[in-house]
């Protein structure tokens, strides 16, 4: 029989699931007297004092470049000069962890100077940086609680965030100032900014002369009010809150997940139980992930327990095309671990193709023999370093070729993906959760390496599948059970901010989590995902759409009579089918002098789908539609949807599932798979 990673517990027919690692009892602490995130710091700072902790490199100065693109307006061929710019930066230098708990220590001290008392909300509204994890634990060295926003999230999501917390404080980024001003004067409880960088132009005097009851004071100066004005720490206990994580609303507003330190807390020694056996103490991780996605915040605070380093990059200056005169963020820090979504993973695979299809057709044979050669011999278990020496390792330098483990989540990665990194570069280890949880559900350790599991449950929590019969998933199914996935443990969230009427009907009353996700227990105990049960499609950089709330928009563009938008989960935008209204693609014909086609030929024709596809994304951002949620392409379809032929409901719906089976080959066009 397998190795088996699950056990069942709990009343029989239950179908309760624990990892092997915690049968009898859910994990909630990875150390002693370890309960909040404050207290994880305090004991990186007795366990690793001087070892370097968070690493940042400093802009040096911004080459241009000019270079000559080619434009086609109106079918003529126009050459125009562009100026692109590119970063030149330091190395890393290093702050230890006697260091980053000082810094934190002065932080604190000066929100308290501003007037900030324990509990008080402070927004974080900013990009990742070492920085951000710094405010942070200035915060919880206080007992305050931090609000994150994503830093691309719209004025009127952050906005909704401010005003449901009612925040008095918010740090930012010098660059975002520029939003600030158009929110302050709609946010009444808001009276400081602390903002990180330098202000360009003339924002600052603007913002201050708009908003003369706010005070504005850079980071800087925070820390040296801190240090003026010194006070004792004043920590939070488990229970209190330490973090109201907004995540991207799929309809409607943002919704605030509240996340208490005893839930972050748990996660970490769940995935502690886990993973540590696999960590060494000269690793190093890159942290480039947004802080605001709570699968980079509970990484980012894991490998503080760790005593990992974390070098900070941002997604512009990963690689080495996006500097110049220096390496890119990968290659300079040399990272052994690494986090991504699948569309980072997505982009390091175009990369390493792009590399092996400019070789010659010799070295291409020798790439495609020698990637056969070790995906048989991993396997059956047998070492490939022969091979990794002959051929992959000159792909590893391209991520500075320490790199031993990464971990996906986020999104589900693509087999295709998984096996080509696993491969070519090192094992990418997949995981699954969600806000609600700290990002646990289930992780994927080395032994339990697969493609298609997201590996076994986390050590702080159990699931257990629930029959969704109408969609044919039940614990009956053969050979393996499958049903929507429940969680319960101690990394649950308590609910949502101010509101009600979701949390009930997201937590059971018994304390379950309905994720909405669809799972199926593989015969080794390991968890997959095979579907998720409403309209919601989570796409490969993570984000969610909602598919009826797209076609409610793209519906008003004047070619459109009905539309069924798709979204692939291993693709990071939607594309959609059309049934085109055909009067307005006759007129649409005459403009561009095709009258003498009929429909099924103007549905057929280049042009004609080009300017539908136009109208939408025109249409798109009118309603203001974040990019995720703007079509990639379209298949115009002749024939009508209707209830008589199968593909409406008798109250008009689409019938989402029998439209996308019948014109599934236009889907996979689309998508480029045919």
């Not at 590119?86 to 604190?108: H, T």
């Amino acid at each position: 029989m397998e190795k088996q990673y699950s056990v069942e517990v709990g009343p029989e027919g239950e179908g309760i699931r624990r990892s092997i690692l915690s049968p009898n009892e859910l994990l909630g602490t990875p150390a002693d007297k370890v309960n909040t995130l404050y207290d994880v710091l305090q004991y990186s700072v007795k366990t690793y004092g001087k070892k370097n902790a968070f690493g940042t490199r400093k802009i040096e100065k911004i080459v241009e470049e000019e270079k000559e693109i080619i434009k086609v307006v109106n079918g003529e061929e126009t050459k125009e000069k562009k100026t692109w710019k590119y970063f030149q930066l330091s190395g890393f230098s290093w702050l230890n962890y006697e260091e980053v708990a000082k810094e934190a220590g002065k932080i604190g001290s000066g929100l308290v100077k501003l007037g900030l008392q324990k509990d008080a909300k402070v927004t974080i509204f900013a990009s990742t940086s070492a920085n951000w994890m710094l405010v942070t634990q200035g915060c919880f060295a206080q007992g305050m609680t931090i609000v994150t926003a994503y830093d691309t999230l719209g004025e009127e999501g952050l906005l909704h965030s401010m005003n449901e917390t009612e925040v008095p404080a918010m740090y930012t980024n010098a660059d975002l100032l520029s939003m600030v001003k158009k929110i302050a004067g709609k946010c009444p409880t808001l009276e400081h900014v602390i903002y990180d960088g330098e202000a360009k132009g003339n924002i600052l005097d603007e913002l201050k002369a708009e908003y003369p009851n706010i005070k504005f004071c850079a980071l800087d100066e925070l820390k040296q009010l801190g240090e003026d004005n010194p006070v004792d720490p004043n920590p939070p206990s488990s229970d209190d809150l330490c973090c109201i994580m907004y995540t991207s609303g799929s309809t409607g507003n943002p919704k605030g997940v509240l996340l208490t330190h005893s839930n972050l807390v748990a996660a970490i020694s769940g995935i502690n139980a886990m993973l540590q056996p696999i960590i060494r103490p000269d690793d190093v991780l890159l942290a480039y992930l947004p802080l605001a996605h709570v699968l980079e915040f509970t990484v980012e605070n894991v490998c503080i327990f760790w005593g990992i380093p974390m070098g900070y990059g941002t997604p512009r200056t990963l690689t080495d095309s996006s500097v110049r005169n220096c390496f890119g963020d990968i290659r300079e820090l040399k990272p052994s671990v690494m986090t991504g979504v699948p569309a980072v993973w997505e982009s390091i695979r175009k990369g390493v193709l792009a590399k092996v299809h400019s070789g010659s057709p010799a070295a291409q044979k020798v790439f495609n023999a020698a990637f056969k050669a070790k995906g048989w011999l991993m396997d059956k278990g047998l070492p490939t370093k022969f091979l990794d020496a002959a051929v992959f390792n000159k792909i590893k330098q391209q991520t500075g070729g320490r790199l031993r483990y990464a971990l996906s989540g986020g999104a589900p990665i693509s087999k295709e993906t998984q096996e080509f990194l696993s491969i070519a570069l090192c094992p990418i280890l997949q995981g699954y959760g969600m806000t609600e949880t700290c990002g646990m559900c289930a992780v994927m350790p080395p032994e339990q390496f697969a493609y298609g599991s997201v590996g076994s449950p986390v050590p702080c929590l159990e699931i257990k599948l629930v029959d969704v019969p109408e969609a044919g998933y039940t614990s009956k199914n053969t050979p393996n059970p499958q049903g929507e996935i429940w969680i319960r443990g101690p990394v649950i969230t308590k609910g949502y901010y101010k509101n009600e009427k979701v949390t009930k009907e997201t937590l059971t009353d018994d304390g379950w989590l309905q994720t909405g996700d669809i799972g199926e227990w593989l015969q080794n105990g390991t968890l997959a995902i095979i579907d998720r049960k409403k309209n919601l499609v989570k796409l490969s950089n993570g984000e969610y759409i909602a598919l009826e709330k797209l076609e409610s928009v793209y519906k008003s563009t004047l070619y459109v009579s009905n539309i069924c938008v798709y979204g692939d989960s291993y693709q990071s935008r939607p594309v959609a089918l059309i049934f085109p209204a055909e009067p307005r693609l006759q007129e649409l014909a005459k403009e561009k002098n095709l009258e003498n086609l009929d429909f099924e030929q103007l549905c057929s024709n280049k042009e004609i789908k080009s300017a539908v596809l136009q109208a939408c994304i025109a249409q798109a951002k009118k309603a203001d539609l974040k990019p995720a949620e703007i079509l990639t392409d379209i298949a115009l379809v002749p024939d009508e949807w209707t209830a008589q032929n199968g593909l409406l409901t008798a109250a008009q719906k689409i019938k989402r599932k029998d439209i996308q089976q019948k014109y599934q080959k236009e889907i996979d066009r689309m998508y480029g798979k045919s």
